[in-house]
Nanobody, 115 residues
Framework: QVQLVESGGGLVQAGESLRLSCAVSRSIFSFNFVGWYRQAPGKQRELVAVITSGGTTNYADSLKARFTISRNNAENTVFLQMNSLKPEDTAVYYC?????????WGQGTQVTVSS
């Protein structure tokens, strides 16, 4: 059973930063990629950033200037550094992992940015 556990969400003011963590229950190299999605109220879930097993990163165009995805291989953890946060970044942020066996999701962590 694969488990993804997110942490690091919270309430911040516009312009501040947050770092989200996703702890994966097995080697992150066993997945094609691990990434972050977000879902704001009344909107569809959207891609934020992913990192492949080879280390290639991909971002939503509108976020690449402010967000950075990284990983700690030894701890099977993927991070999302979010800088210069805006109220429109308010959403539930989900960790996602994809392998040949299927897709896996975390329970989500709430990020709220006040103006």
């Amino acid at each position: 059973q694969v488990q993804l556990v997110e942490s690091g969400g919270g309430l911040v003011q516009a312009g501040e930063s947050l770092r989200l963590s996703c702890a994966v229950s097995r080697s992150i190299f066993s997945f094609n990629f691990v990434g972050w999605y977000r879902q704001a109220p009344g909107k569809q879930r959207e891609l934020v950033a992913v990192i492949t097993s080879g280390g290639t990163t991909n971002y939503a165009d509108s976020l690449k200037a402010r967000f950075t995805i990284s990983r700690n291989n030894a701890e099977n953890t993927v991070f999302l550094q979010m800088n210069s946060l805006k109220p429109e970044d308010t959403a539930v942020y989900y960790c996602h992992a994809k392998s040949n066996a299927g897709d896996y999701w975390g329970q989500g962590t709430q990020v709220t940015v006040s103006s």
